[in-house]
């Protein structure tokens, strides 16, 4: 990205989250003045909230152009900078005895500017798409590493047009320059000439695999990213990544020992996971049951025989359980419809409240491919399968892809995560059925 995108980048950011917090704040005040309270001097207050909010955001990082607009742990970090906010005027104002302020104005300010600061970013990300799929803020990006988990990097960078990162090509300790390696990219040279290369094709970015790289190779380049010439580097996680529960310290007899728990969530993840489930979960089947009745009676009048289909899956800690979907016959109208927008899975939200699956998680795996998911399945299996996940959503091109994502999903769970996925679900499943009905 060009240093007059970033410029107006991060103005934009700061614009939006001025205006949405001004809006927040200034809602509240109608909230207090519909209860008698004159909110008249919390207009010298919403001055003082904004020079607090916008310092919480730029410690917290909201306004580092390398990490906001991509994650859902974004929208986390901002109901945390509202909180700090806040309670950084709450203290400002005890120290300047300015204005009595009003509990319910608090507590009002600060929900309105979690949403509307939440809202502005959501917005933003959109923008931000827009402006990459006319093939603007984007970054040149070689991959160092040219093995199967480089390639599937750069197939996830080019798999959607708003990624942000266009690939230029590869570099290899191992393979000759001009070596085809996937979809018209090449080996560009051998890492050591990793300067040159990137001024010559005007590159600013370095995704280092380091498992594809000799040992030597990848010292030279971390003892030399300080020197970079301008180049960032970026490296992809390698064999630790494979690990889905969460590792903990523990000491014994002074021995540093890391421990692994057997479930990926416990404590409060655990239980906002499962406020997920049985909270939109709940309502989801319900909002459903009209939908499925439907399609039921139209299998019924379609199809030949049940209109059910139950297989065995595996559940949390592989234990089998019975999943029920809609019996689809290829050759029956309507069929390839249900398919491709998941709709013939809608039985399976039944399994949620009944405690066998989540709404999101990874793919249901069905028994009789346990030897075939046997290398991923004490990780995938620490968590419920879902009926949808980042394999609804997520394009990918291979089996190892799959695991890979549902194992970055299961690692790097959070509530956002989970809500994000939901609504890219929805959206895709409208964006297909609209494919389908303009076909």
């Not at 310092?55 to 986390?76: H, I, K, P």
């Not at 990793?194 to 990848?218: C, K, M, Q, Y």
């Not at 239980?271 to 049951?289: H, P, Q, R, T, V």
């Amino acid at each position: 990205m060009s240093k007059r995108g970033q410029y107006l980048l991060f103005s934009a950011l700061i614009a939006s989250d001025t205006a949405a917090v001004v809006v927040g704040l200034i809602a509240a005040m109608f909230v207090v003045s519909r209860l008698g309270i004159n909110s008249a001097p919390y207009l010298g207050a919403i001055q003082w909230a904004l020079l607090g909010y916008l310092l919480v955001f730029a410690v917290l990082g909201l306004y580092d152009l390398e990490t906001v607009l991509e994650d859902s742990q974004e929208y986390a970090t901002v109901a945390t900078g509202c909180t700090y906010g806040i309670i950084l005027l709450v203290v400002i104002n005890a120290l300047g005895g300015r204005i009595d302020l009003s509990i319910v104005w608090l507590g009002a300010g600060w929900a309105a500017t979690v949403f509307a600061v939440a809202l502005g970013r959501f917005l933003m990300r959109r923008v931000v798409r827009a402006f990459r799929r006319q093939g603007h803020l984007i970054v040149r990006a070689i991959i160092v590493g040219a093995d199967q988990q480089g390639r599937t990097i750069a197939r996830q960078f080019r798999s959607v047009a708003d990624s942000g990162v266009h690939v230029v090509g590869f570099v290899d300790d191992f393979l000759p320059a001009g070596t085809p390696v996937q979809d018209g990219l090449t080996v560009l040279g051998h890492p050591t000439a990793l300067a040159d290369i990137a001024r010559e094709h005007n590159a600013t970015e370095l995704v280092v695999v380091p498992s594809s790289l000799a040992w030597e190779t990848f010292q030279e380049i971390l003892e030399r990213s300080a020197f970079a010439d301008g180049l960032k580097i970026r490296i992809s996680p390698g064999y630790y990544d494979l690990l889905a529960t969460t590792p903990r310290v523990a000491h014994r007899n002074f021995v540093p020992l890391i421990v692994l728990d057997r479930a990926r969530l416990t404590g409060f993840d655990l239980l906002l996971k499962l406020a997920i489930d049985y909270g939109a979960g709940l309502i989801a089947l319900g909002l459903s049951l009209p939908l499925m009745a439907l399609i039921a009676t139209w299998l019924r009048v379609a199809n030949r025989g049940p209109i059910l289909y139950r297989q065995s899956m595996l559940g949390q800690g592989g234990r089998p359980f019975r999943a029920t979907v809609f019996r689809l016959e290829a050759d029956r109208p309507g069929a390839a419809f249900l398919r491709d927008t998941g709709l013939a899975l809608l039985p399976l939200l039944f399994a949620v409240p009944a405690g066998r699956m989540s709404l999101v998680g990874p793919r249901p795996i069905p028994e009789e491919d346990r030897r075939l998911y046997q290398r991923w399945l004490p990780n995938i299996a620490s968590v419920k399968p879902g009926v949808s996940g980042p394999w609804a959503v997520v394009p990918v091109a291979s089996l190892d892809e799959e695991m890979r994502a549902a194992i970055f999903y299961i690692r790097n769970w959070t509530i956002w995560l989970d809500l994000q996925i939901l609504v890219q679900t929805v959206l895709v499943v409208l964006r297909r059925r609209w494919e389908r009905l303009t076909e």
